[in-house]
T-cell receptor, first 112, second 113 residues
Framework: DGGITQSPKYLFRKEGQNVTLSCEQN?????MYWYRQDPGQGLRLIYY???????QKGDIAEGYSVSREKKESFPLTVTSAQKNPTAFYLC???????????FGEGSRLTVL | KQEVTQIPAALSVPEGENLVLNCSFT??????LQWFRQDPGKGLTSLLL?????REQTSGRLNASLDKSSGRSTLYIAASQPGDSATYLC????????????FGAGTQVVVTP
């Protein structure tokens, strides 16, 4: 089955720790995205990548980092510099930028 | 910057009634608009994608219209069912913010049996 797999589904982190969220897709899509969702708000773009070894900042990139070494994978690191990291994180992909967007099931990060 | 608004934030309808969900955007220079469904604690599921050159798109009981001049899209769900209960989000891609889809906050729908 083709799709997007995010892991872990739930993650707890102590303040001051970095954490990496995994996103893998087997849809052969070129473009991948990371969004953050907070209660009562729309999704906000953190980073996106149009192609391997290339990525661009979204609207809220501060305190986050990404890499795109393989077409299938787009991991997101939430660093200790992110002031309010507790949120629901969603990874998505599309054939090309501007195409139909498909989402993973999300990762919920809680900072204790 | 593109602003996307969905009103109302929540609505409840009896089973069998048609659903009408609204999405407004401020910048008419859009590339496309996409409607999604989100169940609690889950990711988003794509429902319909409308390109800027299209006026509407249909899939089963779902129909979405697009009026760029007035900055509006409407999602119609015919003969609603309890399984349609979810949050519905629209998202707009603007030609001058390539790659940066702007999302509305969503409309939470409850269909009562």
């Amino acid at each position: 089955d083709g799709g997007i797999t995010q892991s872990p589904k739930y993650l707890f982190r102590k303040e001051g720790q970095n954490v990496t969220l995994s996103c893998e897709q087997n849809l052969n899509h070129d473009a991948m995205y990371w969004y953050r969702q907070d209660p009562g708000q729309g999704l906000r773009l953190i980073y996106y990548s149009q192609i391997v070894n290339d990525f661009q900042k979204g609207d809220i990139a501060e305190g986050y980092s990404v890499s795109r070494e393989k077409k299938e994978s787009f991991p997101l690191t939430v660093t200790s510099a992110q002031k309010n990291p507790t949120a629901f994180y969603l990874c998505a992909s599309s054939m090309l930028v501007g195409g139909e967007l498909f989402f993973g099931e999300g990762s919920r990060l809680t900072v204790l | 910057k593109q602003e996307v608004t969905q009103i109302p934030a929540a609505l409840s309808v009896p089973e069998g009634e048609n659903l009408v969900l609204n999405c407004s955007f401020t910048d008419s220079a859009i590339y496309n608009l996409q409607w999604f469904r989100q169940d609690p604690g889950k990711g988003l599921t794509s429902l319909l994608l409308i390109q800027s050159s299209q006026r509407e798109q249909t899939s089963g009981r779902l129909n979405a219209s697009l009026d760029k001049s007035s900055g509006r899209s409407t999602l119609y769900i015919a003969a609603s069912q309890p399984g349609d209960s979810a949050t519905y989000l629209c998202a707009v891609l603007t030609t001058d913010s390539w790659g940066k889809l702007q999302f509305g906050a969503g409309t939470q729908v409850v269909v009562t049996p």
